[in-house]
């Protein structure tokens, strides 16, 4: 079974508009942490943001915000008034197990901003 | 400040031929991984190693093996390279911080295109 589940291959958004990323994850640890990274078409993993299973606010960093439902399992991405920047690969991840080593992505999904 | 540094950035191989992917930190993490991302599969563990002196298996060890030199450093080695193993390999790293959960992300390298003909 799928760890980290991203439904979407590819998004478009119009510019300046809001778009929500899906993400569902699946594990029966009780603490973990769940992250999204951005990659552009440079290549590079940048990270974004980060929830923990325990927090009971939804994270926030700028234009990014993670609205996790934890009876849902779920950990989407939404990113506000969207620029041409965002256009990237976006992946979920997930932090569990022991010493929470071990850190699974998905599949990820393409976003393209258009003008 | 250098982060993740990997070695080399492209690599051609023939089917058979063996090398080395270095990877060094200056963070001072204890915790560094490698991934592969292939298209339409996202970035798949390989494997990794929680702090200097151990490795563990990710979900696609076959083919490879690691080796942590120290805390600065972890390898991977292609012995005998396949086709298959064509893709972009990504080193990362994390601190463990004990007590503050799992709220570690993780540091990546700018990775290295391999290709095996």
């Avoid at chain 1, 609205?67 to 932090?95: E, P, T």
């Avoid at chain 2, 490879?64 to 893709?87: D, G, I, M």
């Avoid at chain 2, 390999?89 to 911080?97: D, G, Q």
Wanted: aromatic share 12%; charged share 15%; net charge positive.
């Amino acid at each position: 079974a799928q760890k980290i589940t991203q439904t979407q291959p590819g998004m478009f958004v119009q510019e300046k508009e809001a778009v929500t990323l899906d993400c569902t994850y699946d594990t029966s640890d009780q603490s973990y942490g769940l992250f999204w990274y951005k990659q552009p078409s440079s290549g590079e993993m940048i990270f974004l943001i980060y929830q923990g299973s325990y927090d009971e606010q939804n994270a926030t960093e700028g234009r990014y915000s993670l609205n996790f439902q934890k009876a849902r399992k779920s950990a989407n991405l939404v990113i506000s008034a969207s620029q041409l920047g965002d256009s990237a690969m976006y992946f979920c991840a997930m932090r569990e197990g022991g010493g929470y080593q071990k850190v699974t992505f998905g599949i990820g999904t393409k976003l393209q901003v258009i003008p | 400040n250098a982060g993740v540094t990997q070695t080399p950035k492209f690599q051609v191989l023939k089917t058979g031929q063996s090398m080395t992917l270095q990877c060094a930190q200056d963070m001072n993490h204890n915790s560094m991984y490698w991934y592969r991302q292939d298209p339409g599969m996202g970035l798949r563990l390989i494997y990794y190693s929680a702090s200097e002196g151990t490795t563990d298996k990710g979900e696609v060890p076959n083919g490879y093996n690691v080796s942590r030199l120290n805390k600065r450093e972890f390898s991977l080695r292609l012995e005998s390279a396949a086709p298959s193993q064509t893709s972009v390999y990504f080193c990362a790293s994390s601190p463990r911080i004990k007590g503050q959960g799992p709220n570690s992300p993780l540091h990546f390298g700018n990775g290295t295109r391999l290709t095996v003909t």
